[in-house]
């Protein structure tokens, strides 16, 4: 009895200390992770008190983490110090005087390699291809200094002296009375965030009105395609046989051939096609944004379920399904993507109290940052959650398409063909060698940050050759997918929307997508409408943008558009006539991801297109490029001098439309 009374107190003590150390290492750790400039980069999209919340979720977690560490390493040696009763306390104090060394190893470490990143990142102007250029840039100094660490080191621990002074830097946080108030302190740390966050999302809730007996007779499906641009598509007119079932089907359908969107990425596209908005009118800049509470109501799903639509939508783009979470309400069928199948999603259900839906923070970032921190540690270098396979989306839309009655409206968004580049088998090698194409798969999204130069195009042009490929992949699904639907019949009272949230771009010195210089195939995407019955194909040559599908959805529902949608609905260009729309419409763009939600919009880009020609407006410096159309792929030119009326003329249409920003 005294024997075992004596082994529960030795673990006792010894697990308060483990799990102390374990969890001001990893504290230690994330600090400093954030205060190197996490925390200021959320600040562009959350609030303070939000940038508040998020760094308490991660000490929160990391703390969590370093408590679970000491319990381990207590369990561990647990058999020993019953086995060695005589050694019990001696080996409980190596054991504690092992992890405290271990834990001034690996902080010492991580401040060098700061450090040293700091330092490059200092001394060397901060590069446009951002963080990742300052870490490769200073990776040999990185390597030279952790030799020299290592040798340091050992040698400190050689001596007895400095081994010790060592070993009880520590002591002072490893007092039992310490200890004990710090595992308290991160057990009621994770029970407060737990109930705040629980707290929160009540409120977030609100009971969704039934939708009315009766309900409407048409059906509306909108398909959209990530990173799809109309100009490596055959149907407007690439050379390669790219999208040959969306040409079939466009061969009964009304093709919209300059149509442009809203941004140069995800997000504030999506957000546009949610609310018939720009990015400057959403406020919507970065790839984590989300619309604030006083603009989320004012949205399209909203205004379809009102009028007797069931709604419904399938996005496999992660920072878009956050975004449209934000809707959650507005929608019928909102099923959430696992975006990494295995051990990562098991580990982000189980942790689901700590990231509820409270309204408050980010939830896609605290889900990427899961994501990079278990691929790290698994050394999985491809980013999968942007691997979702273009057949498992539309296997799920047919899946909700089941469930939803007639009169509904449903969204799909296809996050291919997005990098990287990953075809089907059935595709791979049809344009490139699959072994050359496989390469490319590691280094598709850090290349050529913002411009390569033109000695490096045919690599670009290889590239260009895999992501064509991986257009048929997904084309290919969308063929099998309408065949499915059209046999069910369901297609009979549907119009069909195919489109997509930004394009990609190979040519000119830009490479793939998220842009200032707003280049024509970055912003040029597909616009393919069938309505029901449709038997004749149709292009329509007028110029828009995407703030017009919104409103063209709902006059295609027979809904009025509110007021806070400004652009016009292209349904008038549906009905076969003359007029082709040659000259006439406006399309604008725009980049905002270098401004902060809480303040004006000072950095960016604004830009519009009018006839054959595009203007775009530099924020930072309020100079302006004017681009014939036939050139708009070269990020560098500008003809202002050659045509300034025409400059000046396009210039004034973004003043009148955006007052503020030009």
Same mark, same amino acid.
């Given at each position: 009895?005294? +024997? ?7 673990? #006792? ?18 600090? *400093? ?38 319990? !381990?390493?207590? %369990? ?71 030799? %020299? ?31 004990? &108030? ?46 799809? =641009? ?31 969107? !809203?941004? /140069?990425?995800?997000?504030? =596209? ?34 379809? +379920? ?15 399904? $956050?975004?449209?979470?934000?809707? %959650? ?61 273009? !057949? ?9 398409? !089941? ?40 280094? =598709?999204? @850090? ?10 195009? #045919? ?30 019949? &369901? ?55 995407? /703030?017009? *599908? ?10 009025? &558009? ?11 260009? @549906? ?42 407006? $530099? *924020? ?36 009148? &439309? ?5």
């Amino acid at each position: 009895m005294h +024997r075992e009374t004596g082994l529960f107190s030795t673990l #006792k003590s010894l697990w308060y200390r483990l799990s102390s150390i374990g969890i001001l290492t990893c504290v230690f750790y994330e600090a *400093l992770l954030l205060a190197r400039g996490t925390a200021q980069g959320w600040s562009f999209y959350l609030s303070g008190g939000e940038v508040a919340f998020e760094v308490l979720v991660r000490l929160v977690v990391v703390a969590i983490v370093g408590l679970l560490l000491g319990t !381990a390493a207590t %369990a561990g040696v647990a058999p020993v110090l019953w086995y060695c009763q005589s050694w019990r306390e001696r080996l409980a104090g190596w054991t504690t005087m092992a992890a405290a060394i271990a834990a001034v190893f690996l902080i010492s470490r991580y401040m060098l390699i700061a450090l040293i990143q700091w330092a490059a990142g200092f001394l060397t102007h901060p590069p446009v291809g951002g963080t990742e250029d300052v870490f490769s840039r200073a990776l040999p100094v990185v390597k030279i200094a952790l030799i %020299a660490f290592y040798v340091a080191f050992a040698l400190i621990l050689w001596f007895p002296r400095s081994r010790k002074a060592i070993s009880s830097s520590l002591d002072p946080m490893l007092s039992d009375k310490m200890t004990r &108030r710090t595992a308290l302190v991160t057990v009621a740390g994770t029970a407060g965030l737990v109930a705040a966050e629980y707290v929160l999302s009540k409120r977030l809730l609100s009971v969704q009105a039934a939708l009315p007996s009766q309900r409407p007779k048409s059906n509306i499906l909108l398909v959209t395609f990530d990173a799809l =641009s109309a100009e490596d598509m055959s149907l407007y007119g690439s050379s390669l046989p790219t999208t040959p079932n969306i040409d079939a089907f466009a061969r009964k359908a009304t093709t919209f051939t300059r149509y442009y969107s !809203a941004s /140069t990425f995800t997000t504030p =596209s999506i957000a546009t096609i949610l609310t018939g908005r720009y990015p400057s009118e959403t406020g919507v800049y970065q790839i984590q944004g989300s619309l604030p509470p006083e603009k989320v109501q004012q949205n399209l799903p909203r205004l379809l +379920r009102a009028a007797g639509y069931a709604t419904g939508a399938f996005i496999s783009n992660p920072y878009a399904y $956050y975004l449209v979470k934000g809707f %959650a309400n507005d929608f019928d069928e909102l099923p959430q993507p696992h975006f990494q199948e295995g051990n990562l999603q098991r580990l982000w259900e189980a942790t689901q109290p700590l990231h509820q839906d409270s309204g408050v923070g980010s939830r896609v970032e605290e889900y990427f940052d899961l994501d990079r921190t278990w691929n790290k540690i698994a050394r999985i270098s491809i980013h999968l959650p942007m691997e979702y396979r273009p !057949a498992a989306s539309f296997e799920h839309a047919q899946k909700i398409l !089941a469930r939803m009655p007639e009169g509904f409206f449903l969204w799909l968004h296809v996050i291919s063909p997005h990098s990287p580049y990953i075809p089907d088998v059935q595709e791979r090698g049809r344009y490139i060698p699959y072994d050359e194409g496989r390469t490319f798969e590691q280094d =598709s999204e @850090l290349l050529w940050r913002p411009h390569y130069e033109p000695d490096q195009q #045919k690599q670009v042009d290889r590239r260009r050759l895999i992501y064509d490929e991986f257009i048929m992949t997904a084309d290919r699904a969308f063929g099998a997918f309408m065949a499915e639907v059209e046999a069910t019949g &369901r297609l009979k009272n549907t119009t069909v929307m195919v489109s997509a949230d930004h394009g990609e771009s190979f040519q000119g010195g830009v490479y793939q997508h998220a842009q200032v210089d707003l280049t024509r195939p970055v912003i040029h995407i597909p616009l393919v409408i069938r309505t029901p019955d449709q038997q004749e194909g149709r292009e329509v040559a007028l110029t828009a943008d995407q /703030t017009s *599908l919104a409103p063209t959805i709902l006059e295609l529902a027979g809904q009025p &558009r509110p007021t806070w949608m400004r652009s016009p609905s292209l349904v008038p260009w @549906l009905t076969p006539g003359d007029d082709l729309g040659e000259g006439k419409g406006v399309a604008f763009s725009q980049f905002l991801a270098k401004n902060s939600v809480l303040k004006p919009l000072r950095h960016g880009s604004i830009g519009v297109i009018v006839g054959d020609y595009q203007y775009v407006v $530099y *924020l930072d410096t309020q100079e302006g490029r004017l681009r014939p159309l036939s050139e708009a792929q070269r990020w560098e030119v500008d003809r202002t001098g050659e045509n300034p009326v025409k400059a000046q003329a396009l210039r004034a249409i973004l003043r009148t &439309r955006f007052p503020d920003l030009i």
